[in-house]
């Protein structure tokens, strides 16, 4: 584990530091910032899913057990939890949507580090991330009508919805699956993919920056929304926590492979719908500061959670 990772949680609440202040001191800088989010999010969302071995999707089911337990705990057991708490989100529809979005989408990056860190089974993640990113992709749209109904089609607009989806989804995850693809065949794949693998937590600290300097004023006026979502992620985590414990000991998973379950249905996509939320307009600009809200807490989840897991599943 490199020095930037073991540190990566300093760096991500000082890049969210960094671009409050800006945002406050600057807020005439927004415009330079927005524009500079596609490229950078593109960039991060390339890198996180070049770390994703979508190319050994049959090493996914060589631990049926972990695997069926992990897509259970994360799109039969979260999604009525998340429902549950976004009903309980102040504010309008834009702050329950980001909380909908956010809470139902699992991490397929960062956990890897912090499983490894609580001496879980990065492995068996590794292993079931191009599963559970496919997965999501293709239930959180169902989910959000679902929960939604009616106000969803009011709320997304097809046509940037579909430009953000296309340009920092679809196009880095192409690529990023065609890079894998070349790896063992073309030495200059193999050279980017080695470089670009030691860039995910900076590319991240940057993302934080530039999207918070970007919205912050936008939303420097309804703070007090914003700051009322924190407990509910806080709830989020313990909540998860538990039951991720729970379902781990009625599979009968062992100690490895079940601190990576509990990692997984706590932690949370926050910046691969980030740029679903941005496309959605100025008047749902709380919907995006919500995800983001997510990203902080969660990092600072992450750090009493590789204290807390491995007392709660001894090895």
Avoid at 79 to 99: H, K
Avoid at 160 to 178: G, S, T
Avoid at 266 to 275: F, I, K, M, W
Wanted: hydrophobic share 65%; proline share 6%; aromatic share 8%.
């Amino acid at each position: 584990m490199t020095a930037v990772e073991r540190h990566q949680v300093a760096l991500y609440l000082g890049a969210l530091l960094a671009g409050a202040l800006i945002g406050l001191l600057a807020p005439g800088a927004d415009g330079v910032f927005e524009a500079l989010i596609y490229p950078v999010l593109g960039a991060l969302l390339y890198a996180t899913f070049l770390q994703v071995p979508f190319t050994a999707l049959r090493a996914a089911f060589a631990d049926r057990r972990f695997l069926l337990a992990a897509l259970t705990l994360n799109f039969v057991v979260v999604p009525p939890v998340a429902f549950a708490l976004a009903q309980l989100a102040p504010g309008n529809t834009a702050v329950e949507l980001g909380v909908l979005m956010v809470l139902l989408t699992p991490c397929i990056d960062y956990v890897i580090v912090f499983t490894r860190l609580a001496g879980g089974s990065d492995r068996r993640l590794l292993a079931a991330a191009p599963l559970l990113m496919l997965a999501q992709m293709a239930l959180l749209p169902a989910y959000l009508w679902l929960f939604l109904g009616s106000e969803l089609a009011d709320i997304v607009e097809p046509g940037p919805f579909l430009e953000a989806f296309a340009l920092l989804i679809a196009l880095p995850l192409a690529l990023a699956w065609a890079t894998e693809a070349l790896t063992d065949r073309a030495h200059a794949a193999a050279r980017l993919k080695a470089t670009v693998d030691r860039l995910p937590v900076a590319l991240m600290a940057l993302t934080l920056l530039v999207v918070v300097a970007s919205q912050f004023p936008r939303v420097r006026d309804d703070i007090g929304e914003i700051a009322g979502v924190i407990w509910l992620y806080v709830a989020f985590l313990v909540v998860m926590g538990l039951i991720g414990w729970v379902l781990a000991r009625a599979w009968r998973l062992e100690p490895d492979a079940a601190r990576a379950l509990v990692f997984t249905g706590a932690t949370r996509n926050s910046l691969v719908v980030l740029p679903l939320a941005l496309a959605l307009g100025d008047e749902y600009a709380l919907t995006a500061a919500v995800i983001v809200t997510q990203t902080l807490v969660e990092v600072l989840g992450m750090v009493a959670y590789v204290r807390a897991v491995p007392r709660l599943v001894p090895a």
